[in-house]
């Protein structure tokens, strides 16, 4: 693929709706036909909330609209098409709205550093002798993305596994074969899940954690014990009397053993206790 950056008139009249030419963020006009994915023209290129004039579009949305499923497609081809729809819109909901409204001048309040501020961070500072970043801020885009793809295409993969899991000690705990997601299958579909267990580590390292299940709005159901908080190993054993435990997290939604059964050991002893103090 070649990459030409242009503003040159010429060239772009010339090469405007030549097949196999996209015009991206030049060029001043939207036409996905002629693939033509401009948003400086006075009209815009529209908004994703059309009726509230929200969310507006800027080039990389505009791309991912018309070309997000194919996108899915080269990195999950097996993938039902309802599914690629839906990581379709996850992407754009989650992340190429953000970009966009960056682009189009809206202000918006993060709790740290944007993607596009990320992204923005490459270009030169006014001291500094200007160097072309260019394909190295391409590159990492793409990687960027593709992660996005990725990881929430193993969300969607994930859901039925979590579904079809084995649950112990009374349902109350599900017993997962593998790390993969689970959290909102739980919290939408397992109520009385207090516990979720899983395998870490590769082989013969592994270990075993046991993390607190979650509400819709992802408050946990259960903690650990207090006097577990932040105790490793042989402290952890004591308290616990989980001879294999290895560690509780100091905010008690996560802890861990060296097998199945002392995790499940250590999920028995935090629900008596819960329900003692109930």
Known sequence: VEVLRTRDPFILKEEAGKPDTFFLDVGGR??????????????GAGFRNEA???????????????YGKEAVRALQPSLPDADVLEVVKHIDDTLMKYIDA???????????????????????????????????????????LSN???????KVLARDKVRQAQAELDGRVLVLDGCYPWVTVV????PDVMF?????????SVQWQLRAAVRSDLSPRIKMPLSWAGLERNQLSRVSGESGAVFCHRSRHLAGAQSLDGVLNLAATAMREQEAFA
């Not at 996905?32 to 994915?37: A, G």
């Open 30 to 43: 939207y036409d996905p036909e002629l693939r033509l994915f401009d948003h400086h023209q006075p009209q």
């Open 52 to 66: 509230a004039s929200e969310w507006p579009y800027a080039t990389a949305g505009l791309v991912w609209k018309h």
């Open 102 to 144: 960056v682009d189009c001048g809206v202000r918006l309040k993060t709790s740290g550093p944007s993607l596009s501020a990320i992204i923005g961070s490459f270009n030169t500072a006014w001291y500094e002798e200007g160097a072309d970043v260019f394909p190295l801020v391409m590159e990492l885009s793409q990687v960027i």
């Open 148 to 154: 996005f793809i990725k990881r929430y295409v193993g």
């Open 187 to 190: 919290a939408e579909e397992r």
């Open 196 to 204: 979720v267990a899983y395998p870490v580590g590769d082989s013969p």
